[in-house]
């Protein structure tokens, strides 16, 4: 199971036909769940930086970078969004931007759609 978009173009060159993305995998892209809002989606979505397509904050595993620590000062949790520039803490995510991950995933069912592939 996997969250697409609504609006994704499926052509012929697309090598995902599930997204739609162009790249080097064979059939389908691997599934790789966010570490913030947990929504499980192509691992292309992480658009070259790694990043949810669906919150936008959510680290994505399997991209470079993204085995970090929380930058606040005492936390040695690990990061699960880039807050700005910084990777933060689901606990720090939420202090910054209280209910913020919440709304995201209450707005996911109007672009996206969930394909159990």
Avoid at 1 to 23: E, H, P, T, W
Avoid at 25 to 31: H, K, L, Q, R, V
Avoid at 43 to 66: E, I
Avoid at 94 to 103: D, F, N, T
Wanted: glycine share 12%; aromatic share 8%; hydrophobic share 35%.
């Amino acid at each position: 199971m996997r969250y697409v978009q609504k609006n994704r173009r499926i052509y012929d060159f697309s090598l995902c036909k599930l997204c739609g993305a162009a790249g080097f995998m064979t059939g389908t892209c691997a599934i790789s769940t966010c570490m913030a809002c947990e929504t499980p989606q192509c691992q292309s979505n992480g658009g070259g930086n790694g990043r949810c397509s669906v919150c936008y904050v959510g680290l994505l595993p399997g991209w470079s970078g993204n085995a970090k620590a929380c930058r606040y000062k005492g936390c040695d949790a690990r990061a699960v969004a880039v807050d700005g520039k910084w990777p933060v803490c689901a606990e720090h995510l939420e202090k910054r931007r209280p209910g913020y991950v919440a709304a995201q995933l209450a707005n996911r069912d109007k672009q996206w759609i969930c394909i159990a592939a």
